[in-house]
Nanobody
Framework: QVHLVESGGGLVQAGGSLRLSCAASGTIFSTNSMGWYRQAPGKQRELVARTTSGGSTNYEDSVKGRFTISRDNAKNTVYLQMNSLKPEDTAVYYC??????????WGQGTQVTVSS
């Protein structure tokens, strides 16, 4: 069983920065990808950023140039550096891990609130 723990969310003013962390623990043989998703009130959960085991990354268009995803394989941890935050970035951010056998795990979510 894999357990994901997110941290780093909080309240920040527009233009500010936050760094989210997601640490994976448990029996992890290998991962296919790790990523961050977010869900705002009344909206569907959407991909924010994703990184694969091969090192490729992709981002949702609205965060390109502002957010950076990175990964520490030795620590089974993925990070999301969020700069130039906007009120529309306000959401619950979830970490997702997809194993090499395509099993999907989700974290419990961390709230990010950006005030104008």
């Amino acid at each position: 069983q894999v357990h994901l723990v997110e941290s780093g969310g909080g309240l920040v003013q527009a233009g500010g920065s936050l760094r989210l962390s997601c640490a994976a623990s448990g029996t992890i043989f290998s991962t296919n990808s790790m990523g961050w998703y977010r869900q705002a009130p009344g909206k569907q959960r959407e991909l924010v950023a994703r990184t694969t085991s091969g090192g490729s990354t992709n981002y949702e268009d609205s965060v390109k140039g502002r957010f950076t995803i990175s990964r520490d394989n030795a620590k089974n941890t993925v990070y999301l550096q969020m700069n130039s935050l906007k009120p529309e970035d306000t959401a619950v951010y979830y970490c997702k891990l997809t194993s090499s056998t395509w099993v999907v795990y989700w974290g419990q979510g961390t709230q990010v609130t950006v005030s104008s």
